[in-house]
């Protein structure tokens, strides 16, 4: 079966200070690996993602993510965090065998930077 | 990046009434649709994949005869939610795949969700 992982439900991370949001994931065949961002009662946002070619995707409000086949992880990270980078965040995964695109998403990691 | 619209994005209805909610992709096709529930700080449950002029598959646990889902149209699904009681509150989110854009390669959008409140 296909799931991923998100160990920490939270981070805090002080404004300026560098930030990684961990994901792990585990999937039969090779992934599609997704970082999406959720503020506050709105929808999802997406981040970046890794399809293939370099392991180190670049995505959208200066963020960033490494793909790890060996240690089957995808973590997101940040060198220098804002406030306005509070907010709900998912990692997710799918497959070519995903019907349509079907997303399997971690449990979601709150984002705090503190000024 | 596209865009994935979803309306309305606050509804209030009484129990035992229905209420329609839509997608639209408005700068691409989709023949994939997905509806997704959220309750608060919590990961997004896949309901139901949506698939243009087919019927709807729905997760396991999911009553498709509560949840009615149609996808008429390359850039509209609609979700329904009938004879909505208190517990059917929650935050539905919609999302749909470009499959026909290149430069989106695999990438899924999501709408803005709606906030739905019985009461």
């Known amino acids: 079966a296909q799931s991923v992982a998100q160990p920490e439900d939270q981070v805090n991370v002080a404004e300026g200070n560098p930030l990684t949001v961990k994901c792990t994931y585990s999937?039969?065949?090779?992934?599609?690996l997704f970082w999406y961002v959720q503020y506050p009662n709105r929808g999802l946002q997406f981040l970046l993602k890794?399809?293939?070619?370099?392991?180190l995707v670049k995505g959208s409000y200066g963020f960033e993510a490494e793909f790890n086949k060996s240690q089957t992880s995808f973590h997101l990270k940040k060198p220098s965090a804002l406030v306005s980078d509070s907010a709900l965040y998912f990692c997710?995964?799918?497959?070519?065998?995903?019907?349509?695109?079907?997303?399997?998403f971690g449990q979601g990691t709150e984002l705090s930077v503190k000024p | 990046g596209a865009v994935v619209s979803q309306h309305p994005s606050w509804v209030i209805c009484k129990s035992g009434t229905s209420v329609k909610i839509e997608c639209r992709s408005l700068?691409?096709?989709?023949?994939?649709m997905f509806w997704y529930r959220q309750f608060p700080k919590q990961s997004l449950m896949l309901m139901a994949t949506?698939?243009?002029?087919?019927?709807?598959?729905?997760e396991q646990g999911v009553e498709k005869d509560k949840f009615l889902i149609n996808h008429a149209s390359l850039t509209l699904s609609t979700l329904t939610v009938t004879s909505a009681h208190p517990e059917d509150s929650s935050f539905y989110i919609c999302?749909?795949?470009?499959?026909?854009?290149?430069?989106?390669?695999?990438?899924?959008?999501f709408g803005e969700g709606s906030w739905l409140t019985v009461v």
């Open positions: 949506s698939n243009e002029g087919s019927k709807a598959t729905y």
């Open positions: 997710a995964v799918r497959t070519i065998y995903n019907q349509g695109g079907k997303l399997i």
């Open positions: 999302s749909a795949r470009d499959r026909t854009g290149a430069s989106s390669g695999n990438t899924i959008y």
């Open positions: 700068d691409f096709q989709a023949t994939t």
């Open positions: 890794y399809i293939t070619g370099d392991n």
């Open positions: 999937v039969s065949g090779n992934p599609y």
